[in-house]
C-alpha cells in the first residue's frame, strides 16, 4: 500500500487530496515540524532532502509534488484527475505545476523561510519583504487564467492542479501577504474546490479547516 509522508499546513496537503480523489488505498504519517521531524535520521532515509510531501511506492519513494500528482492521476486513470491520452493537455497541465512548484512556492518561502536565502537579519527582511508583491505578480497571472469562466484550473475538467493550487491560494491568508480579495477568480476556486467531498475528508484527517474567504 502507498504511504504519504505529510505535515499540517504544508504543499503535502494537494497530495494527500489527490490519493483521496483517486480512491487510491493509502496510509498516511504525520511529519511533526515541531520537532524538526523532517530532518530526523528515520525520515531523511525516505526523503533525503528533508520535505514533505514523500509518497512511497511499491516501486520506491517519490517527492516534489508534480511529479507525485502527476504520478497518482496515471496510475488512477479512472479517477479522471488528468488528461492523460492527450499529450499536450496533459504537457500544459504539468506546465501550471510546476510553475506553482518552481517560482510560486519559493515566492512563498521568500516570507515564511527567509533564513533559506539570506544571512544578516538586515536581508532577511528584504527578502520577505519583496516575497508579497512578487506573488501578486503570480497570482495575477493565475486570475488571468480564469479569466475565461474556466471552473477548474485546466478548464472544465478537475485535475490534480487544482488542489495544488488550492494549497498556495490558502497561504495567501496568512499574516503579511496583503489582501487577498485582490484575487477574486483564486478565491472562488478556493471555495470550489472546499466543496468536494474528498477534499473535507482530507481536511478533517489533517484536523484542518477550509478558509471563509
Ligand atoms: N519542491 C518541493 C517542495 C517541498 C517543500 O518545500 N515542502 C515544505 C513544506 S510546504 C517542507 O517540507 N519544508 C520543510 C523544511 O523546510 O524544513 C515539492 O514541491 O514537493
Redesign the pocket.
Known amino acids: 500500500m502507498m504511504k504519504l509522508y505529510w ?1 499540517r499546513g ?3 496537503l494537494a497530495a494527500h487530496i489527490a490519493l483521496e480523489e483517486a480512491g487510491a488505498a493509502y496510509e498516511t504519517e504525520r511529519v511533526d ?1 515541531a520537532t524538526a521531524g ?2 530526523s535520521p528515520e525520515y531523511l532515509k525516505i526523503n533525503p532532502k ?4 514523500a509518497l512511497v511506492t511499491d516501486r520506491g519513494v517519490l ?4 511529479a ?1 500528482l502527476g504520478y497518482i492521476a496515471e496510475t488512477f486513470q479512472d479517477a479522471k484527475l488528468a488528461s492523460i491520452a492527450d499529450s499536450f493537455a496533459f504537457a500544459q497541465m504539468q506546465a501550471f505545476n510546476l510553475f506553482l ?1 518552481a517560482t510560486v ?1 519559493p515566492a512563498f ?1 521568500h516570507r515564511f ?1 527567509p533564513e533559506r536565502y539570506a544571512e544578516s537579519d538586515e536581508a532577511k527582511a528584504d527578502v520577505k519583504a519583496k516575497a508579497p508583491a512578487a506573488l501578486a505578480d503570480h497570482f495575477r497571472l493565475i486570475e488571468d487564467r480564469f479569466s475565461d469562466g474556466r471552473t477548474w484550473v485546466n478548464g472544465d475538467a478537475y485535475s490534480v492542479s487544482d488542489p495544488y493550487l488550492y494549497v498556495f491560494t490558502r497561504w495567501l491568508f496568512r499574516d503579511g501577504m496583503g489582501d487577498p480579495h485582490r484575487f477574486p477568480h483564486s478565491l472562488a476556486h478556493m471555495t470550489r474546490v472546499d466543496c468536494r467531498p474528498a477534499v473535507q475528508r482530507v481536511l478533517a484527517a489533517e484536523d484542518d479547516v477550509a478558509i471563509a474567504p
Open positions: 505535515a504544508t504543499c503535502a515540524f523532517q530532518r528533508g520535505r514533505v510531501p517527492s516534489e509534488n508534480p507525485i512548484c512556492h518561502a523561510r
